[in-house]
């Protein structure tokens, strides 16, 4: 449920009451820090992906599966963290004027995922529709 005009802006005197009081964390919940890490995290994920790469080469030239195998685990986890800190959310910056200084409401705020709308009727009612839509469209054909 998305919060009400008059709780958006209870929560904006806060996050300005806040910023004055503790700037530093303030700055810390801004995400500047976190932003960094992420990227620090899919950069050095990229070079163990390169050094996994190196080890299954490694592995193959020497025929030591087992060399191999690691090699290709430790690339597997290179890449998961990698993509988990590509992914990462990032914080929305402020828009001028906006009294937010950066914080975001993480829940219950205005911007969050809108339902879609199902149309109403069974599987195989939406099946006959559609089949029906291009029959019409297509002259019989």
Excluded: C, Y
Aim: aromatic residues 6%; glycine residues 10%; hydrophobic residues 45%.
């Amino acid at each position: 449920m998305p919060l009400s005009e008059e709780e958006l802006r209870l929560l904006e005197q806060m996050e300005r009451a806040l910023l004055q009081e503790d700037p530093k964390f303030a700055s810390t919940l801004r995400g500047t820090s976190f932003r960094r890490a992420a990227r620090r995290r899919a950069v050095l994920a990229g070079v163990v992906f390169v050094a996994g790469i190196a080890l299954l080469m490694t592995g193959v030239i020497t025929q030591l599966p087992v060399v191999g195998i690691i090699g290709f685990v430790i690339m597997l986890a290179a890449a998961t963290v990698g993509l988990a800190a590509i992914r990462s959310k990032p914080v929305v910056q402020p828009s001028a004027g906006h009294p937010s200084h950066g914080l975001t409401v993480f829940e219950g705020g205005r911007r969050g995922r809108t339902r879609t709308r199902r149309p109403h009727g069974s599987f195989m009612d939406r099946m006959e529709q559609r089949w029906q839509r291009r029959r019409d469209g297509n002259a019989g054909w």
